[in-house]
């Protein structure tokens, strides 16, 4: 299984309060607060011996909702759930997860006011 698969799969089952996943970009009229997940890097550092398995994986969340409570509450019931993670995620083995990063955006399109969270965390494991 994929790191992203164990992602959804955690996240869907933690909390209603979180939101609804979605890869990469939200689709024409989302559910409310939405998360939209990405894998922003990989990084597999090179040994002596050849190519460590240990991978690092970071991966962007973008919650996105219509009010800032709802927003933050579903980024910090997010962080919650991820930060310092370590066991199975889904079927992947996660040896330790780490939040890195989190910036506040407000987005007006057409009639349609949004705000969003943007959060980055690093997932260590064997790939």
Not at 15 to 33: E, H, K, M, V
Request: proline share 6%.
């Amino acid at each position: 299984m994929r790191l992203e698969q164990g992602i959804v799969a955690v996240i869907d089952g933690a909390s209603p309060q979180i939101g609804t996943l979605y890869p990469n970009i939200l689709p024409p009229n989302p559910t409310y607060p939405a998360i939209t997940y990405t894998r922003v890097s990989t990084f597999q550092p090179t040994i002596l011996d050849g190519v460590d398995t240990l991978t690092e994986v970071r991966v962007q969340f973008d919650i996105w909702g219509t009010s800032v409570g709802s927003v933050k509450n579903a980024a910090s019931d997010l962080r919650t759930l991820l930060n310092g993670y370590r066991g199975d995620l889904g079927g992947v083995t996660i040896q330790y997860c780490k939040f890195d990063d989190e910036n506040d955006f407000a987005e007006i399109d057409g009639d349609l006011e949004s705000r969003r969270v943007s959060m980055d965390f690093i997932f260590t494991l064997h790939e």
